[in-house]
């Protein structure tokens, strides 16, 4: 059995070497996929020897996604909708993930990792490079502090409040 470093460089390569217009579906596919790459890589192997696979590409996940829209589609209308839970589930489905397995990995936090790369595209116009958001990832941890409280004041007293009230009425 090969090295999940074999596995992660030839699945890398593989998705790398596929080029498309950008914009296209079948960029964003490919896109997810490479994110999914880096995320299976920490969290679960059999996805990247599944992404590694010659027999699976971009164009057939995109192919898979699209008939499984045609078959949803209800009985009006023409236009079919899917959610990006579903669409990157369909693509997991296609490279050989089961379909409930590819839900639990979605739900454990792989939705999230795509969603965050997504976010870290874009940047504020504008701004320099110092001031620029930073993803969550590369923010520093910095241990918690306790808010500092003021002391009271002196205790209050309704004596000193009437006091101040008879001058002004």
Not at 30 to 37: D, H, K, Q, T, Y
Request: glycine share 4%; net charge negative; with cysteine.
């Amino acid at each position: 059995m090969a090295d999940i470093d074999e596995f992660y460089t030839k699945a890398k390569e593989k998705l790398e070497a596929e080029n498309f217009q950008h914009g296209t579906p079948q960029d964003a596919i490919r896109s997810m996929c490479l994110e999914w790459l880096e995320w299976a890589v920490a969290n679960d192997t059999k996805a990247v020897e599944l992404l590694a696979d010659s027999s699976n590409d971009t164009e057939g996940a995109y192919k898979a996604m699209e008939n499984f829209a045609r078959n949803k589609k209800g009985r009006k209308g023409n236009c079919v909708k899917l959610e990006p839970l579903e669409a990157m589930a369909c693509v997991m489905e296609y490279y050989g993930i089961a379909p409930g397995e590819a839900h639990n990995q979605l739900e454990a936090g792989l939705m999230y990792h795509l969603m965050m790369a997504e976010c870290r595209k874009y940047k504020p116009y504008n701004a320099d490079e110092q001031s620029k958001a930073t993803p969550v990832t590369d923010l520093e941890k910095k241990p918690y502090e306790k808010p500092k409280l003021e002391e009271a004041s002196p205790s209050f007293s309704f004596d000193d409040f009437d006091s101040e009230l008879e001058g002004l009425l």
